[in-house]
């Protein structure tokens, strides 16, 4: 079963940077597109940015050109560098595989952005 261990998050001021780690199991890391999530308090949660198994990127408009997705495939691993922080980020940050569409998240890391 897919397994998700989120971590790198924070409390960081506005302007700031963080960079996210996830760290997956259960599936073939390497075949497969992750995508990075987020909800906010009172929200639903929201889609972030991708990146395949080629290494093609996707970005919602909201955090293109300041959140970078990359992946290590030798270490089961995505990350998520931010940039340029606005208070609006504050989210708690999951990362799943995008062609999984069960219920199975991790526990996510929670990123506060302070104005």
């Known amino acids: 079963q897919e397994q998700y261990v989120e971590s790198g998050g924070g409390l960081v001021q506005a302007g700031g940077s963080l960079r996210l780690s996830c760290a997956a199991s259960g599936f073939s890391f390497a075949t497969e597109g992750i995508g990075w999530y987020r909800r906010a308090p009172g929200k639903q949660r929201e889609f972030v940015a991708a990146?395949?198994?080629?290494?093609?990127?996707n970005y919602a408009m909201s955090v293109r050109s300041r959140f970078t997705i990359s992946r290590d495939n030798a270490k089961n691993t995505v990350y998520l560098q931010m940039n340029s922080l606005k208070p609006e980020d504050t989210a708690v940050y999951y990362c799943k595989m995008v062609n999984s569409f069960n219920d199975n998240w991790g526990q996510g890391t929670q990123v506060t952005v302070s104005s």
């Open positions: 990146i395949s198994s080629s290494g093609t990127t």
